[in-house]
């Protein structure tokens, strides 16, 4: 994954600095001209923020003036576009909900769906939703009809519950089902752009309202098209890994008359940066065919002594009767961001078709342990 200096470093202020000039000649742009220094040490969105604010400093006025500018910056400065559109695009909203007037909101939104196709502008559109709701998915409905992708996709990508980067919206979280006739506008929809986003958004809301998504997930699979059950199986990936009964018959996976010979481990003491390997037997015992979805589970140990479990995609597979097939898979422990290990007793299971299967122990050590 890129670092945040390859995404909002000091080139992208400098090529912020150069679009802003050629349309205000006049500003100083003094904020702006001081970013360089202060934005190193800052995460993604943090530096999306400094640079929202740093324009807002240096180009004072009302909505107008601002939309003007900005508009003129895309219609005359080279290189308008890339990762100088997410501050851009947020001192823009931030501005619309400060003016207040809804002919600023409007043409707020208009103009995110303008720029969303030099960058994005899901990560701006959040405060205009925050700000009035009801108003901005009126506006959105409409953008699922769009012949551009990018706005269709900002439709869906704008709105989710949970969408990396961004604010939260309370009153999306708070109002189950206020997204999803977006969903079904575009569940269909002829890019897979679109309908990547149509599936991490269902996926979104199945964290808080796996009912919900369950109800909507089966009406689409009543009125599908070629990509509905690949789009479907991807929305519902964190309901699948949870072990939702409902999810896994909705995918064809229903209760299956297994035998599980493991997992069984190739060392029982695992190094902090190495890894550990496990294989299992999965025996078809029943006398119908069985069509599994099998995961691993990782139960990591936590800070107080307890354990977390972590669930990992492993395979699907459809066993005859009788049939037995064999599974396996290298789980590293190398340092990584977003998980912090903890020396001591740690164990692996299976689960198949929601199932989870007798779990495996062995003890991760310390990076300093000889």
């Given at each position: 994954m890129p670092s945040a200096d390859e995404l909002i470093g000091r080139d992208t202020v400098q090529s912020l600095i150069q679009a802003v000039q050629s349309a205000a000649p006049d500003a100083g742009l003094t904020s702006l001209r001081a970013a360089p220094q202060q934005i190193t040490p800052l995460p993604l969105r943090e530096r999306a923020d400094l640079l929202r604010d740093a324009l807002l400093a240096d180009l004072p006025g009302d909505y107008a003036a601002l939309a003007r500018t900005l508009r003129s910056a895309r219609d005359n400065a080279p290189h308008f576009s890339g990762w100088l559109i997410w501050p851009v695009t947020s001192a823009l909203a931030t501005r619309a909900v400060q003016d207040g007037s809804d002919s600023a909101f409007d043409d707020a939104m208009t103009l995110l769906a303008d720029l969303t196709g030099r960058l994005t502008s899901e990560f701006a559109i959040r405060t205009l939703l925050r700000h009035d709701l009801d108003r901005a998915l009126g506006i959105i409905s409409g953008?699922?009809?769009?012949?551009?992708?990018?706005?269709?996709?900002?439709?869906?990508?704008?709105?989710?519950?949970?969408?990396?980067?961004?604010?939260?919206?309370?009153?999306?979280?708070?109002?189950?089902?206020?997204?999803?006739?977006?969903?079904?506008?575009?569940?269909?929809?002829?890019?897979?752009?679109?309908?990547?986003?149509?599936?991490?958004?269902?996926?979104?809301?199945?964290?808080?309202?796996?009912?919900?998504?369950?109800?909507?997930?089966?009406?689409?699979?009543?009125?599908?098209?070629?990509?509905?059950?690949?789009?479907?199986?991807?929305?519902?990936?964190?309901?699948?890994?949870?072990?939702?009964?409902?999810?896994?018959?909705?995918?064809?996976?229903?209760?299956?008359?297994?035998?599980?010979?493991?997992?069984?481990?190739?060392?029982?003491?695992?190094?902090?940066?190495?890894?550990?390997?496990?294989?299992?037997?999965?025996?078809?015992?029943?006398?119908?065919?069985?069509?599994?979805?099998?995961?691993?589970?990782?139960?990591?140990?936590?800070?107080?002594?307890?354990?977390?479990?972590?669930?990992?995609?492993?395979?699907?597979?459809?066993?005859?009767?009788?049939e037995r097939v064999q599974v396996g898979r290298e789980h590293s422990f190398r340092p990584i961001t977003t998980r912090r290990y903890y020396p001591g007793g740690h164990a692996v299971s299976l689960q198949i078709n929601g199932v989870e299967s007798a779990r495996a122990d062995f003890e991760l050590t310390d990076e300093d342990t000889p």
């Open positions: 953008w699922t009809g769009s012949v551009d992708a990018d706005v269709r996709r900002l439709a869906s990508e704008g709105t989710r519950p949970y969408l990396p980067w961004s604010v939260r919206v309370p009153d999306i979280l708070a109002r189950p089902g206020a997204t999803v006739p977006l969903l079904d506008a575009l569940y269909r929809d002829e890019s897979d752009y679109v309908r990547r986003s149509v599936a991490n958004h269902l996926n979104d809301l199945s964290r808080d309202h796996p009912d919900l998504v369950i109800t909507t997930a089966r009406r689409w699979l009543d009125d599908p098209d070629t990509a509905t059950e690949r789009l479907v199986r991807h929305g519902l990936r964190t309901l699948v890994k949870r072990g939702h009964p409902e999810a896994l018959t909705l995918l064809g996976f229903g209760p299956a008359a297994v035998e599980v010979d493991g997992p069984h481990l190739d060392r029982r003491t695992v190094p902090f940066g190495g890894s550990v390997r496990f294989t299992a037997s999965i025996h078809n015992t029943g006398d119908a065919q069985a069509r599994l979805t099998i995961d691993y589970i990782v139960h990591h140990r936590k800070a107080n002594g307890g354990r977390t479990g972590k669930t990992f995609k492993l395979t699907t597979r459809t066993l005859a009767p009788g």
